[in-house]
DNA sequence: GTGGTCTAGACCACC
DNA sequence: GTGGTCTAGACCACT
């Protein structure tokens, strides 16, 4: 659990977004599985609370109610919920995983991998897409309502 | 080229596609996307015909026009060359990768990476999460020419 | 700029469409023409909007497919940039013609030569006729990009 | 009248086709269009024999149907007649024109022109452009059936 | 048979 | 309101 005290502005948020314009994903859905890898991996977990709309917006340039349509999403699906005047909440408990030192171990593995397959001759692109052709279904890929 | 032989109709087509629905990609964009990461780890080249749009709608149940679509941006790109009565073929030449060998020994270390992933506790949502924030700006979130 | 002026609804587009039926010219190619010759002409510059795709099937009677199709051939050559909600946005700089006094007198030039070729006995399909072989290859029959 | 004798393969054709694939002109249609120029012109006369089919074949790398197809429009509208055997000849009169001489001066009167709009700045398409904005609906925009 | 164009209409995402 | 995607189906051009 990632420190979860109480007061509506008095800390920075567990997350922060981020959105690729050129992708074909609509920008709520990059939300919205913004999210739910952070809560995977648990960088975020239950009592995490989530940017208002209006730091979203400051952060990234998007619209408040694309931002909003993101947390009902959520919200929808129970991952998160939202406290009127305080802001919005993550609810659902992340999923067991490994633990955040065993990640960056295996973090640092996938760089090195792709770095002997750039050093192989393989371009940015065809590694992209040696990841894509290897793992063909992944999970962000799934429809919204868990 | 790949498979240079025998009369028009009598090879098979260089690549197959598949749609995944529940992803917020369009579908043609699927396609699109498809046909550039083939035509990175070289299994499509110049040369190459893609189906035509009557077999990949009866290959994966979508509308003619979609596929349409998807074959019009890759040739607005200059990647492939429609011609009327023919077919669509293959005009960028492919840049160099690593060799197919050296290809499946690298997807064979990412599968095995994958593997410890998951044994050290990891979900498969939790692994694409990994490789998503490990590779934020894949070469498949472009835009389209210029 | 060419109008920079005033609140979003408030100026009436910077370029009108027709469509010739008969011409063997695709709809959508027309429209893209006509957005291509008014660039180079200066007619339309870098932040000008093209009337949203409704405005235009109001105008011309086309289906609002065929308009988009138009606009997004143009985005794919760079020449303009779409933004939900917003509107179609001419991005490409024109490049460097004869001032707009200098293009009326060559125009005023062109009719007065026109008016004497048909003084001398020929119909307008004859001076049509001698235009197009007089230059052969048209900046407008180019393909689209690369 | 253009040297109408007799026998069937005695002669060269008494016009030379282009095809202009980056127009979205459909091919069919730009020979039906160059015939019919060549006629206003002048350059083509009652009696004249067009290339076969085979010639132009030769000539344009296009499909014999296409032009096939071009030449039954032409005769539909009473242009041509084809007469087994010998090959297709124009029946219709062409319409009277200014004198070849008078012609060759206009066609040099509006080659200075266009060398002057350049000299001012404009580029081809540009120039292509003023013609275009200038006479809006040319004769070769009219659907077939005269 | 191939690709290409157009219409019609529904639904989604974004501002 | 803006643009974007998809379906359905008709018709055309080309080989």
New binding site residues.
Partial sequence: MNTPLNGPAAREPAIRFHITRGS?L???RQLVDQVRQALSLGLLAAGDRLPSVREVVAEVT??P??VH?AYQVLEADGVVEARAGLGTFVTSVAPPSATPEHQMELQEDLRSWAERARRSGMSAEAISALIAVTFPNPAHQRQSSE
């Fill in positions: 074909g609509p920008a709520y998007i619209n109610n694309t349509r």
